[in-house]
């Protein structure tokens, strides 16, 4: 249930002796296999005896039901108390989910020490220390690889059958693949649920406008009401999901580590004795990473530019940027601009030749060109990350993730916020969204929902195999699979939020759309973790980290992007205050080419009022915002009674161990329990 499997890359047989003794002396029992593919790598089996899973788990904390329902922390010395509830390998009943029983295995491979490095061990540029972890010394020296072996075909394949709409499904995702990958599915269903209310919406505002063709988002006095909603959304949507993470944390009975300080495999630094632990430890210079902060800043800020220069270049093929824009000065480049002309290649207006097919040329070749760009920077970014050198997983990778996550962010954002903070066209920039929104989505539903797809028979056929493959064999068919890369899957959804909140009135079909393709997305998520990747290792996590932070920093945003696209871009504020404004008509060439044929401008005087305008709204969007975040709860009231009936179990049970056994402490009689705890409070005293 918890196999992982360990290869070593080298044909050194004193290094696998000694890596095998090494494990085994840890407690874990070690199974060996040559295999046949990969002549002299020697492949183990690692397994973990139940007794060491008890005790591993009631070091870790691990909180199960005991026979009353309830959830308690695990004490092995009460191991008969506790109700059995995962079905393992040949319907066995068991007390510990197939995630535990990983992470429980990882963790220990992690914690074993090197302590006397012999000669014959590979050493990296700094050195192998006594209190090094072995997995991660072979790690520096990229002869070891290291994944967590999936269970029975049925086993695997259970959150699949269930199918990603019902109820139980993130459950059966945690208790299978571990909470770092079932948060992602949490929040995935969690921001579909929540785009339902935007979504009808959004398709009333959309038939209103369908519905009155003189009306368009431009002048339209609906757009601004949807708009303003969907802002309140973002936040609700926010602390919605803060209070659901509390609630999938506390049901699946996680902890929050409190102390760790574990070291990637990748950290270097200078040799010193650790003022925790008295022991060696390498240390890096805060002030030295500082000087590596402002290099990657550089290296980043180029590739940006370069990302712009293609923004500019496809705004050029599209005709957005012409010989009426604000930019033409600096931004126009008529070698390539004519191409967009009346009656050329690309040009906008469909009198050019083959309109239904060149028109869309350029917006492909922007979306290819942006992910080619994406993948050249996400080398880029990993070897400026790994360079700046930081010491714990997590902080490595945050600090790869925002790199990435700006970089591609500003690829798809450059040119809508060209659009509708220089050129003030809404029309603009509600075409060039629907393009990149568009294109993109059939992007993601090609390679991402119809290939696996395709592939499903063929993977049913694999699974059915699977059912009596031996470990051997099982190793064979998972190690040329990639190992599950997270960031992709994360990333789109907060573009996407991107394209829903920060220009709302612009395309109010975004959230409806987006519900179509994310219910595709999950179906392909869960069909790629159970048959195309390796099983994932598991970390036992709290909640989606910095993503969840660029979240809030999107839809913060977002009331200054539209509240500006409110004001100056669009017309919207001039439905209102027609007198604040005026219309001055364009040549017939120059309104082919904004899509309109009149521009407004803030009349003489006016300009004072307007800006006042925008500054009150801005001040009362910002309270309300305020108001939401401070007075909605990240937990629900029985989250917070639960965790403290947990704490208070737990106080009891650390000045009295009887008084947990065999019964749940929700059924003692409320007298006795106060009088336990004052006795409690009386012996501290």
């Not at 992007?443 to 493959?469: G, M, N, Q, V, Y």
């Not at 004001?567 to 364009?586: D, N, R, V």
């Amino acid at each position: 249930m918890g196999d992982y499997v360990v290869i070593l890359l080298t044909d050194d047989k004193d290094l696998q002796k000694f890596v095998s003794k090494r494990i085994v002396d840890s407690g874990q029992t070690v199974s060996r296999f040559d295999h046949p593919e990969y002549p002299g790598h020697a492949a183990f089996i690692v397994k973990t005896p139940d007794d060491l899973i008890r005790k591993e788990a009631e070091g870790w904390g691990f909180l199960k039901r005991d026979e009353k329902g309830f959830k308690r922390e695990y004490l092995s010395s009460q191991h008969d108390l506790f109700e059995p509830s995962y079905t393992s390998q040949g319907d066995v009943k068991s007390l510990f989910s197939p995630s535990e029983v990983s992470y429980i295995t990882h963790e220990l491979l992690k914690r074993v020490k090197m302590n006397d490095v012999p000669d014959f061990f590979p050493r990296s540029k700094s050195g192998v220390l006594p209190s090094d972890s072995m997995l991660l010394a072979l790690e520096r020296v990229q002869i070891v690889d290291c994944w967590p072996l999936h269970c029975n075909a049925e086993e695997r394949s259970i959150a699949w059958k269930i199918g990603p709409l019902k109820r139980s499904f993130c459950d059966h995702v945690e208790h299978y693949f571990g909470s770092n990958v079932s948060l992602y599915f949490a929040w995935l269903t969690n921001y579909i649920i929540w785009l339902i209310m935007p979504a009808l919406v959004g398709s009333v505002v959309f038939l209103y406008h369908f519905m009155h063709p003189d009306i368009n988002v431009d002048n339209s006095m609906v757009s601004p009401i949807y708009t303003f909603f969907i802002v309140i959304w973002g936040v609700l949507f926010v602390k919605s999901w803060d209070r659901d993470c509390a609630g999938h944390v506390c049901d699946w009975g996680i902890n929050a580590v409190k102390w760790r300080r574990e070291v990637r495999s990748g950290y270097f630094g200078r040799k010193r004795i650790s003022p925790v632990t008295g022991m060696p430890e390498r240390y890096f210079p805060p002030q030295d990473r500082l000087f590596r902060y402002s290099v990657s800043a550089c290296v980043t800020i180029l590739m940006l530019i370069l990302a712009f220069f293609v923004m500019v270049i496809s705004l050029n093929l599209q005709g957005y940027i012409h010989k009426y824009s604000y930019s033409k000065n600096y931004l126009l480049y008529t070698s390539i601009s004519w191409l967009c002309d009346e009656g050329e290649y690309f040009d906008p207006t469909g009198k050019g030749p083959m309109p239904s097919l060149l028109l869309y040329i350029p917006v492909i070749l922007h979306v290819v060109i942006i992910q080619v760009l994406n993948k050249i920077y996400q080398v880029v970014a990993i070897k400026l990350t790994n360079w700046e050198n930081h010491r714990s997983p997590t902080q490595h990778e945050n600090a790869l993730y925002v790199k990435r996550f700006f970089f591609e962010a500003f690829d798809c954002y450059i040119a809508l916020f060209y659009l509708a903070f220089i050129e003030n066209d809404i029309v603009l920039l509600r075409k060039e969204l629907v393009s990149l929104y568009t294109v993109d989505s059939i992007r993601r539903l090609s390679t991402e929902t119809l290939i696996p797809l395709i592939t499903r028979k063929a993977s049913r056929a694999i699974a059915s195999k699977e059912k009596d493959s031996n470990c051997s064999e099982r190793i064979d068919k998972d190690y040329d699979k990639d190992s599950y890369e997270q960031f992709d899957d994360y990333l789109e959804m907060i573009i996407q939020i991107g394209y829903v909140t920060l220009f709302a009135g612009a395309f109010p079909l975004a959230a409806p759309l987006s519900i179509i393709c994310n219910i595709l997305e999950l179906y392909s998520d869960i069909f790629k973790l159970t048959y195309i990747t390796r099983r994932p290792i598991v970390h036992r996590i709290t909640d989606i980290g910095v993503w969840s932070t660029l979240v809030k920093g999107i839809v913060l945003l977002s009331v200054f992007t539209n509240l500006y696209i409110f004001c100056f871009t669009s017309e919207q504020l001039m439905t209102y205050a027609p007198s604040l404004f005026e219309l001055i008509p364009l040549e017939a060439e120059e309104a082919l080419k904004s899509g309109s044929d009149h521009v407004h401008v803030i009349a003489d005087g006016a300009g004072m009022a307007v800006a006042t305008i925008m500054m009150s709204l801005e001040h009362i969007v910002l309270f309300l915002v305020a108001v939401i975040w401070i007075t909605v709860s990240e937990t629900t009231p029985a989250v917070e009674d639960e965790l403290a009936r947990r704490e208070y179990v737990k106080f009891l049970t650390s000045h009295d161990t009887n008084s947990v056994t065999g019964l749940s402490l929700m059924s003692v009689d409320s007298s006795a329990v106060l009088e336990k705890a004052g006795a409690a409070t009386d012996n501290e005293e």
